[in-house]
Nanobody, 119 residues
Framework: QVHLVESGGGLVQAGGSLRLSCAAS????????MGWYRQAPGRQREVVAA???????NYAEHVKGRFTISRDNAKNTVYLPMNSLSSEDTAVYYC?????????????WGQGTQVTVSS
């Protein structure tokens, strides 16, 4: 079992910044992917950014250049500084932990943290 604890959400004005953090604990897997998804009201959950245990990163097109994902493997923590926020970024942000279970990826999810950007 992997437990994810998110922090850093809140209310910010358009153009402002926030930094999300997600700390993982429990039975960790050496090969994993940690990342962030978000879900706005009435919309499907979508990937925002992810980073692998090997150090690779991947971003959704609409956050490239504004969000930067990083991880501290010693602390099992992933960070997501978010800059130039707009109302389009308003959503519940979920931390995600993927690990290999057989031939597929399995997931753990955090409880979510609200990010609200006021225009």
């Amino acid at each position: 079992q992997v437990h994810l604890v998110e922090s850093g959400g809140g209310l910010v004005q358009a153009g402002g910044s926030l930094r999300l953090s997600c700390a993982a604990s429990g039975n960790m897997f050496s090969i994993n992917v940690m990342g962030w998804y978000r879900q706005a009201p009435g919309r499907q959950r979508e990937v925002v950014a992810a980073t692998t245990s090997g150090g690779s990163t991947n971003y959704a097109e609409h956050v490239k250049g504004r969000f930067t994902i990083s991880r501290d493997n010693a602390k099992n923590t992933v960070y997501l500084p978010m800059n130039s926020l707009s109302s389009e970024d308003t959503a519940v942000y979920y931390c995600n932990y993927k690990y290999l279970c057989g031939t597929k990826w399995c997931d753990y999810w955090g409880q979510g943290t609200q990010v609200t950007v006021s225009s």
